[in-house]
């Protein structure tokens, strides 16, 4: 009798070995299913839904930039706001695509994407500034690398941003009016 409750103990052992067995791989399944599923609908977001958004906003910034001065352009750009000249006329635009920004603290673990233009207010004063493109990269760069993800997250931090830029890219620009600054892409990841 020993020898079948010795069997019974056995094949009852070797049944749980074989339930753990079994349940083993689930457990490591599920967060690789669930990692993987975060990291598609990443790459998802980053090639489907981030390009689409950017094309709109691009086709939207493109209609009033061809609207007629004539139609007063909206409030947003006539009022003589704090980055603008208060003209109803809008000038040519200069743009820097693009720029691709590890913000302070992130180890390289994050980054920021942002594309800044910048409305002048004659073709002349366009072209100074894509000659000193190099410049105006290098400036938008060192002031968006010392923001953290904490600053970067805050409500209201573009107009901050496009504040200093304006500021900044007006200096070196040596206009007398202020340049308004758009940022049309800014992709925090």
């Known amino acids: 009798m020993s ?5 019974e103990g056995a094949s009852a052992e070797g049944a749980e070995g074989e339930a753990k067995a079994k349940k083993g791989p689930n457990k490591l399944l599920l967060p ?3 990692t993987l599923m975060t990291a598609a609908g990443g790459a998802v977001g980053m090639m489907v839904v981030a390009p689409t958004l950017v094309a709109r906003e691009h086709k939207a910034a493109g209609l ?3 609207a007629p001065a004539e139609e007063g352009g909206g409030e947003e750009h006539g009022g003589g706001g704090e980055h603008g000249e208060g003209g109803g006329e809008k000038g040519p ?3 820097i695509d693009n720029l691709i920004v590890n913000p302070a603290g992130s180890q390289g673990s994050r980054f920021l ?8 207010p004659d073709a002349k004063l ?17 002031m968006l690398e010392t923001q953290t993800m904490d600053n970067l997250s805050q409500p209201g931090i573009r107009d901050s941003l496009k504040a200093i830029l304006s500021d900044t890219i007006t200096t ?6 202020k340049l308004r600054v758009f ?3 800014f992709v925090i990841q």
């Open 183 to 185: 940022l049309p892409q």
């Open 64 to 66: 009033d930039a061809a």
């Open 126 to 142: 366009e072209e100074h500034l894509r000659a000193r493109e190099a410049q105006i990269r290098d400036v938008v760069i060192a």
């Open 3 to 7: 020898e079948e409750k010795v069997a």
């Open 113 to 120: 994407m942002v594309s800044v233009a910048v409305e002048t």
């Open 172 to 177: 070196i620009a040596g206009s007398k009016a």
């Open 93 to 95: 635009m200069f743009k």
């Open 32 to 34: 690789l299913v669930v």
